[in-house]
């Protein structure tokens, strides 16, 4: 079972950049997969989910508007997509997983990211992005 979230690099502000999250020994049929970032110095922060049975998505006040969620079941993928980056984006950024239950999105959605107990992590991918 593995994680790997990958299509970091550098961008100027105002920039986009899409990331990608890719799992391997499993299927991401009935999971929540969730993005989080974690700035220098900073806690690790979550920023966005989907339900990978039905696509709901999940925002952090911080991205909202300006990243996107996305899923693709045939290549066992999940995308973040990025637009309108400032520098204040630039963090390492992890995806991670749990597998659905009964309660888990509403769980989310009520008392965040925090609410869910994350099984896999990937190594992360570094976004920076230059004033």
């Known amino acids: 079972v593995q994680l790997q979230a990958s299509g970091g690099g550098l ?34 922060e979550g920023i966005s989910a989907i339900n990978t049975a039905d696509g709901r998505q999940y925002y952090s006040e911080s991205v909202k508007g300006r990243f996107t969620v996305s899923k693709d079941n045939a290549k066992n993928m999940v995308y973040l997509q990025m637009n309108n980056l400032v520098p204040g984006d630039t963090a390492v950024y992890f995806c991670s997983t749990d597998r659905l239950k009964s309660d888990t999105w509403d769980g989310l959605l009520t008392w965040g990211m925090d609410a869910v107990v994350w099984d896999y992590w990937g190594h992360g991918t570094l976004v920076t992005v230059s004033s």
């Open 11 to 44: 961008v100027q502000s105002g920039g986009s950049l899409r990331l990608s999250c890719r799992a391997s020994g499993f299927t991401l049929d009935y999971y929540v997969v969730g993005w989080f970032r974690q700035a220098p110095g900073k806690e690790r």
